[in-house]
């Protein structure tokens, strides 16, 4: 299917991003190639939310992650966080990064809890001497993400959903007000997706900001408040209720979504006219009742209900 993408000015943060959680204003990245990676994003996500980050291949979730961690600059724009600048909030160590499992060198001889200490870093002195309070942080991290028994081993040994539960452990040793989530579920059991699910609600109890780049679409609405559709710039953002419904998956996903209608004998037995639609890029899918496209999975909070069912 050849859907063409409509040019759309860049939704502008309202009101509820002043003061707290994550603000994006008009950011713009260009690499040293010249390749602008990011041009003119804005959004904004409270604390206490999750916010899914969602586009294709090479839209630049990774580049705006790497935007809020200050690995990359921005040429124009700005990013706050907890309502300081970037520099601020991660000298005062606010925000943690779990990383897409192709960024991190899994030859690196490193034990599972060295990893998890690197954590406690910006929570120590120079000369990187653990404390007590380090150990303890590492210890509870470890047991929170289940790992505790594999901490003496070698990070290249474990399976992929055990690295993504050990990179989880180093940002809750580090204490991150803010998480910032590459991928999470890349390469993870459903038994494993469930579990990083449960940690990441539990943890926006606790008032943190999440903001989680996932191809996996079916799980979104599962669990994710807020959502950013993005595709070089931000295409729509707001509450997954309103924001990812099947006409915005569609402009941030042109052709590459699969899309099927299941209707007729294909779906019931009897004369029942209602239809199906699923949507995927090849993860876990998306599903949706008839052809506007209401979803079935159950969105993350209860006043998100309230605005699906005033559609
Ligand atoms: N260091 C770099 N130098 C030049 N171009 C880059 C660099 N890193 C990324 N890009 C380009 O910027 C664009 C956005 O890349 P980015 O990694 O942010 O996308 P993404 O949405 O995270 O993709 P994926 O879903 O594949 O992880 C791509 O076209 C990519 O080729």
């Known amino acids: 299917m050849n859907l ?14 002043d003061g707290g959680g994550i603000r994006v204003c008009g950011a713009t990245v260009t690499y ?10 804005s959004f904004a996500i409270p604390t206490g939310t999750i916010a899914a980050l969602v586009g294709v291949n090479g839209s630049g979730k990774s580049t705006l992650f790497k935007a809020i961690m200050g690995f990359v600059r921005l040429a124009k724009g700005d990013i706050t966080v907890l309502g300081l600048t970037v520099p601020q909030a991660l000298k005062k160590n606010l925000v943690a990064y779990v990383p897409q499992a ?6 690196f001889p490193v034990l599972v809890e060295d990893v998890v200490m690197m954590g406690r870093y910006g929570h120590m002195n120079m000369l990187r001497m653990p404390k007590k ?30 690295k993504k539960r050990v990179f989880l452990a180093r940002a809750l040793a ?4 803010v998480i910032l989530l590459d ?21 926006r109890e606790e008032g943190r900001v999440m903001l989680v780049s996932t191809h996996n679409l079916g799980s979104v609405p599962e669990f994710c408040d807020r ?14 209720a309103t924001t990812f419904t099947r006409e915005n998956l569609e402009l941030a996903f042109g052709g590459v979504l699969r899309h099927f209608v299941l209707g007729g004998e294909s779906l019931h037995d009897d004369a029942d006219p209602r239809q199906l639609s ?31 069912d005033s559609e």
Do not use: C
């Not at 192709?102 to 030859?107: F, G, I, K, S």
């Not at 580090?174 to 007000?177: I, L």
């Not at 959502?227 to 997954?240: D, E, Q, R």
């Open 32 to 41: 040293r190639n010249g390749h602008r990676a990011l041009r003119d994003a």
């Open 133 to 162: 309070a380090d150990h303890e942080a590492v210890e509870a991290a470890l047991a929170r993400v289940g790992m505790s028994d594999f901490r003496k081993r070698q990070i290249g040994e474990l399976s992929g959903g055990q």
């Open 4 to 17: 063409q993408v409509k040019a759309r000015p860049s939704p502008r943060p309202g009101p509820e991003g």
């Open 278 to 308: 699923v949507i995927s890029d090849d993860e876990r899918p998306l599903v949706m009742y008839g052809a506007r496209g209401r979803m079935v999975t159950q969105p993350a909070k209860p006043e998100t209900d309230a605005e699906a």
């Open 102 to 107: 192709e960024e991190v060198d899994w030859n």
């Open 174 to 177: 580090q204490d991150g007000r």
């Open 227 to 240: 959502t950013i559709l993005l595709k070089n710039t931000v295409l729509a953002y707001g509450p997954t």
């Open 183 to 203: 991928e999470p579920f890349t390469g993870v059991d459903v038994k494993t997706e469930d579990a990083i699910i449960r940690l990441l609600v539990a943890l």
